[in-house]
């Protein structure tokens, strides 16, 4: 579990983004970042936090790009995994004076303790110390590598390609911190709000069943625009406004700002998941937007099999 709990912001939570406008920014994981001053190009990879490292393989140019570069740039810096363990599952502990009892009816209570001693083997007499949040992003991660069994957060590319670059003594940067993370994860939605979100979640998971697959497929074809049209769709747990500009436009601009001097120091390799590349507010457009040639580098195309 500590392992899952290091995944990074993962797509399956990443919140929907807004419509596109001018040249849509679609077909492609891998972008080349070039002009505005840039001596030498960089670029930027979609990632899937949960995808196997052999997906790489069906993505043209890859590669080479991630060894052309002299930094590797991520969400965050991955390096010390044991201190950030520690530091998520303290931000994840529930508060002392609140229980899970005082989150939820007594219905709910017992419906969400059955469905997690059915699920891990373990309900609210274990997991009730955690946050309702962390509790939803550890099952969501888990239930989503049932549902696709292909999927293992070990062989996470943001974290392999962390690791390459270590190795080859490049450098490696973040564009946030854990903590930063942890703010966009457990301080936007009160508990409360949390809880009941949770137990909306277990309530649909035949619809969380049919939005990872889709979520798969679409990654595969390197679809961003049916990855944001079909997070745009009404769901039956919809996000509250602020937990989507908390988990996507706001780290979106923060980025946006950090990028083009992390640039112009050396030509970087960006891997960050792939939603934080779409939409008005996603990285391609802004990078563009701040002057930036930004262009796919092939279309992506996949023969693996899929999950039906």
């Known amino acids: 579990m500590r392992k899952i709990l290091l995944i990074p912001v993962m ?43 052999s997906f790489l393989d069906s993505v043209p140019g890859v590669r080479q790009a991630f060894a052309a570069s002299r930094q590797m740039v991520g969400e965050l810096v ?5 201190a950030m363990a520690v530091e998520l599952q303290k931000a994840g502990m529930m508060p002392p004076d ?58 996470a590319a943001d974290l392999w390609f962390q690791q390459q670059a270590v190795q080859k003594h490049v450098p490696v940067l973040g564009l946030e911190t854990v903590q930063d993370q942890i703010d966009a994860l457990f301080k936007v939605a009160a508990l409360k709000s949390q809880a009941a979100d949770f137990v909306c979640a277990l309530k649909n998971v035949d619809h969380l069943e049919s939005s990872a697959k889709r979520m798969n497929r679409m990654y595969r074809s390197a679809d961003l625009n049916g ?11 919809p996000m509250s406004a602020e937990q989507e500009k908390a988990l996507n436009d706001n780290r979106n601009k923060r980025w946006l700002e950090k990028l083009p001097a992390i640039m112009s ?14 939409g008005e507010q996603g990285l391609l457009v802004g990078l563009e937007k701040a002057g930036y040639k930004v262009e796919a580098e092939k279309t992506q195309r996949t023969t693996e099999p899929e999950s039906k």
């Open 265 to 278: 120091n050396q030509p970087s390799f960006i891997a960050v998941g792939c939603l934080h590349l779409a």
């Open 78 to 82: 991955m390096g010390d995994m044991t």
């Open 11 to 53: 797509v399956i939570f990443v919140c929907a983004v807004s419509a596109q406008s001018g040249v849509e920014k679609t077909g492609a994981l891998l972008w080349k970042i070039s002009g505005n001053g840039l001596a030498h190009p960089s670029y930027i990879f979609g990632t899937h936090h949960l995808f196997p490292l």
């Open 227 to 237: 990855l944001s049209e079909m997070l745009r769709e009404e769901g039956p747990c």
């Open 98 to 155: 609140s229980t899970w009892q005082m989150l939820l009816s007594e219905d709910d209570y017992r419906f969400v303790d059955e469905q997690l001693t059915a699920f891990f083997g373990a309900g609210l007499q274990v997991l009730g110390m955690l946050k309702p949040a962390m509790v939803s992003m550890t099952f969501t991660v888990m239930f989503y590598q049932r549902t696709i069994p292909q999927m293992n957060p070990e062989e």
